[in-house]
């Protein structure tokens, strides 16, 4: 039998609530489905890294299509309408979505830390096949943690005091616990390692920038034309000028592109030999100077912005879902200590971070964001 108690909502409580609720699901619903779009009618957005975010969507999407609906129809019908198989059935899809939303939080975590971290690594390891293999064994780790109420460690029933089908961690405490190790703990020990190695990185990044341009003195140039005196001829300084120009320019392209990450020291070893002998000629000293400044610059903002948003979508799932979190534990080892409003509000909450992601990556990503305008106000992009 289904767990049924006293914790109903009342008729104003049940109005308000779905209402609440089919404002996050149609807002969630929309934005996913915007990145979709985005993402699959912007050949640059089209990149590996990129698809393991879509991995992230698809799960926010299932929740807005599927999990939230059904949630609204349960708190307007102040109870569960449907069979007691049924509400396994959702119970488990509320679970599954969870805990794939946590996967591919770790396994975007580990893409971008290879990315900034290890740069030289990033095309042998996120190669077609196995970024599949990836999103695969985050899909397929999911079901099995998913599955063990299925088979009567714990179960799936109707939870009233927050209206949905979810896990009665009541019947197996144990069951909780190990969910908490192996969905929360494990993961996100994962991503702050994660994160922490990826905000030293950018300092690091930041410090060399602030030497090299420190040290990029007269003297400096000096000593890179007695090493490289030979290097050009004074007829081909021109040809070798734009050979470095147009490695700049592609270096640039590839940091900004998301799938081959050039970090800053990562850039000045690919030019920097080719760039102490264009410094021979001082006429074009300034110019190169000029244009490997930007590339430094662009990599290392390239660097913070990726690092931030990654650390500020790990945030966000945290601070909507921990509530949720201490509401479990609330109900399995002290019932009567908070209040329906209390559990049904950590629901809401945690639902609610289905839609925000695709705001996060519209406003801290500026190839999403131009994506928005061109699907959603073309005329904007037409009169930049």
């Not at 409580?13 to 779009?37: D, H, K, P, R």
């Not at 077609?128 to 088979?151: D, E, N, Y």
């Not at 290097?231 to 640039?252: L, P, T």
């Not at 690919?270 to 190169?288: P, R």
């Amino acid at each position: 039998m289904m767990n049924q108690t006293e914790d109903r909502p009342t008729v104003v409580e049940a109005y308000i609530e779905g209402s609440l609720l089919s404002l996050i699901s149609v807002t969630a619903m929309f934005g996913n489905l915007s990145m979709w779009l985005i993402i699959c009618r912007t050949r640059d957005l089209r990149t590996y890294t990129n698809y393991f975010i879509l991995s992230l969507s698809l799960a926010d999407l299932f929740v807005a299509v599927v999990n939230m609906p059904v949630t609204v129809i349960t708190l307007f019908m102040r109870g569960w309408i449907m069979s007691d198989s049924a509400c396994k059935v959702f119970g488990y899809l509320n679970m599954l979505t969870l805990v794939t939303s946590v996967m591919s939080l770790c396994n975007i975590s580990i893409n971008r830390y290879i990315m900034v971290c290890r740069p030289i690594h990033f095309k042998s390891i996120y190669t077609k096949w196995k970024s599949a293999a990836m999103i695969a064994a985050c899909f397929g780790t999911s079901v099995l943690l998913s599955s063990p109420p299925l088979f009567g460690w714990a179960e799936y029933s109707f939870i009233q005091i927050q209206s949905f089908c979810f896990c009665d961690w009541t019947k197996a405490p144990s069951y909780a616990f190990f969910m908490i190790g192996t969905c929360f703990g494990i993961p996100f020990s994962v991503m702050t390692v994660c994160n922490i190695q990826i905000f030293r990185r950018v300092r690091a990044s930041k410090k060399r920038v602030s030497a090299f341009n420190k040290t990029n003195n007269d003297e400096t140039l000096t000593k890179h034309q007695r090493k490289t005196k030979n290097c050009f001829s004074s007829n081909d300084d021109h040809d070798k000028m734009f050979v470095v120009s147009k490695r700049i320019s592609k270096e640039m392209s590839l940091s900004a592109s998301n799938e081959l990450y050039s970090a800053v020291d990562e850039v000045t070893v690919v030019v920097d030999g080719e760039t102490a002998c264009a410094f021979n000629n001082n006429e074009n000293h300034k110019t190169l100077k000029k244009e490997l400044r930007k590339v430094r610059q662009k990599a290392r903002a390239e660097e913070i912005r990726l690092a931030t948003a990654l650390a500020v979508v790990v945030v966000v799932f945290v601070i909507c879902w921990l509530p949720y979190c201490f509401s479990m534990l609330i109900s399995i080892y002290n019932p009567l200590a908070a209040p329906r409003a209390f559990h049904m509000g950590t629901l809401l909450i945690g639902y609610a971070n289905s839609c925000c992601n695709p705001v996060i990556y519209g406003v801290m990503n500026k190839k999403f964001a131009d994506g928005y305008h061109r699907l959603y106000c073309s005329k904007c992009i037409r009169g930049r």
